[in-house]
């Protein structure tokens, strides 16, 4: 029998767990929240009970969800991946006897070739950037002061992406303090990561030399990316610019933000970057996340051989 106090219960402190004394996000927890809930529901209509769950019950919820719900393989992976640390906390505390993930059969993951930038697709976005033309109209069709500061933050934005790799939320969230400035260049990006985990990202000197002067006079407990109002972009406006600006430069590719990141990591292959290397500046925790670059070689090394 499903005993829904108990569970919710179990799940409320594992959350507060997950928040307090691992110190995850509050994004973080909310996923973690979604995904253990869709697992209840699923447990209830399937009349299977949470706390005596078998291993083949968790294979049937990971089909259930390709089936019926049409939810992508690396969706129901990562489901999987929080039910597992879930249940292994539910063990620890002596909740349940042991973790049915541990055992079940996980979906294959089809091949993920990453979306990039090509050097000369690279250039052609940021000049489009650049130009004065594309500053956004508001809605009374004129061009002020304050839409000219638009475009120039846009395009730190995303040079910064270009030239670091930081995940969006990361560049987002950077103070002036965050960046070191040496005589007038911005030199590094102190970044809190996934897990609040800190690295040190340096930057490239061309890059720096402007960044650095765009910062000059910035308030060091200021967002680096503020508005007028104090608050930094949303993430959802830096897609919506950044689809506008491809669309400018005549690029026809789903380029997002998170895509300029592949489109760094890419660059430093090419440049011959050891893959241990491209997973301390990314902040990946285990360098298979970064093996997904190799493919990128490949298919490079295809292209030319095609050429033949």
Known sequence: MFDHELFEDARKEFLSYLLYTKGRSKATCYVYRSDIGIWGKWLVEAEKD???????????????????????????NRRLSALSTFYRWLVRNGVVESDPV????????????????????????????????????????????????????????????????????????????????????????RVIGKGNKERLVPLPAAFGAVFGFWLK???????VFAKANGQPVSPQAARVYLRGMLQKAGIDKKISPHKLRHTYATNLLNAGAELVDIKALLGHESIATTQIYTNVGQERMEKVVGRL
């Open 50 to 76: 949470w706390q005596t769950a078998k291993y083949t019950d968790v294979e049937q919820f990971a089909a259930w969800q390709m089936r019926e719900r049409e939810v992508k393989a690396h969706i129901v």
């Open 217 to 223: 006079d910035r308030n060091r407990t200021e967002a």
């Open 102 to 189: 541990a055992m079940a059969e996980k979906p294959k993951l089809p091949l993920r070739i990453p979306v990039w930038l090509e050097r000369e697709e690279q250039a052609q976005l940021e000049a489009t950037i650049r130009d004065r033309r594309n500053i956004p109209i508001n809605v009374f069709g004129s061009n002020q002061k304050h839409m000219t500061e638009t475009r120039r933050r846009y395009e730190m934005l995303f040079g910064l992406l270009l030239n670091s790799g930081l995940r969006i939320s990361e560049a987002l969230a950077l103070k002036a303090a965050d960046v070191r400035i040496v005589d007038g260049i911005a030199k590094s990006a």
